[in-house]
């Protein structure tokens, strides 16, 4: 059975920082690139930070470049994102994608809230 599981959100001020995490069970996690998505309230779901299977390549939303990092850990199926410098409109549910050419598998998400 494929999951994903975000961990990590919550409520945080802005300028501080959080670390997101998803740990992926049920598939050949290596194989797959995997992404951060966010979706605000009324918006849609964006693009914020991607990997590769090797984690040798990474690419950001123009949003978040220079404040989030997102790393993989494949020994222990997992992705990160570290978010710092949070502004409020880093308010969003938190998802994390792996893709494998035409199969994608989501995870539940996370709740992350920028607010003073």
């Known amino acids: 059975q494929v999951q994903l599981v975000e961990s990590g959100g919550g409520l945080v001020q802005p300028g501080g920082s959080l670390r997101l995490s998803c740990v992926a069970s049920g598939f050949i996690f290596s194989s797959y690139a995997m992404s951060w998505y966010r979706q605000a309230p009324g918006k849609e779901r964006e693009l914020v930070a991607s990997?590769?299977?090797?984690?040798?390549?990474?690419d950001y939303a123009d949003s978040v470049k220079g404040r989030f990092t997102i790393s993989r850990d494949n020994a222990k199926r997992t992705v990160y994102l570290q978010m710092n410098r949070l502004k409020s409109e880093d308010t969003a549910v938190y998802y994390c994608k792996a893709r494998y050419y035409s199969r994608n598998y989501w995870g539940q998400g996370t709740q992350v809230t920028v607010s003073s």
């Open positions: 990997i590769t299977s090797t984690g040798g390549n990474t």
